[in-house]
């Protein structure tokens, strides 16, 4: 199994910024793609941010021109840097790693981190 640790997060005011991180570690062999995703309130989960291993990048609607995601593959590790942050930002941030494995497709979330973001 691949256990995913969370850091970051946390309140800020409106257009500050913040960095999240997540690592990977345990079964890491086979992991294709990393990213991130938000949940607040109410709503359902979405999709924020990923990246697989040869660079591809699909960023979420909100996150387009303000947020950036970037990963060390030898550290199994993900960033989310978000700049200008919006009071709509704020969310449950949960790290997401997909892995191929003998079985087929394998998901991996993490523990989730807040962002809340202060008008």
Same mark, same amino acid.
């Given at each position: 199994q691949v256990q995913l640790v969370q850091s970051g997060g946390g309140l800020v005011q409106a257009g500050e910024s913040l960095r999240l991180s997540c690592e990977a570690s345990g079964s890491t062999f086979g992991i294709n793609a990393m990213g991130w995703f938000r949940q607040a309130p109410g709503k359902q989960r979405e999709l924020v941010a990923i990246q697989s291993n040869n660079g591809q990048t699909t960023l979420g609607e909100s +996150? &387009?021109? &303000?947020? +950036?995601? $970037? &990963? /060390?593959? =030898?550290? @199994?590790?993900?960033? !989310?840097?978000? @700049? /200008? !942050?919006? =009071? /709509? /930002? $704020? +969310?449950?941030? *949960?790290? *997401?790693?997909q892995r191929s494995t003998g079985l087929g497709l394998q998901s991996a979330w993490g523990q989730g981190t807040q962002v809340t973001v202060d008008s």
């Open positions: +996150a &387009r021109g &303000r947020f +950036a995601i $970037s &990963r /060390d593959i =030898v550290k @199994n590790t993900v960033y !989310l840097q978000m @700049n /200008d !942050l919006k =009071v /709509d /930002d $704020s +969310a449950v941030y *949960y790290c *997401y790693v």
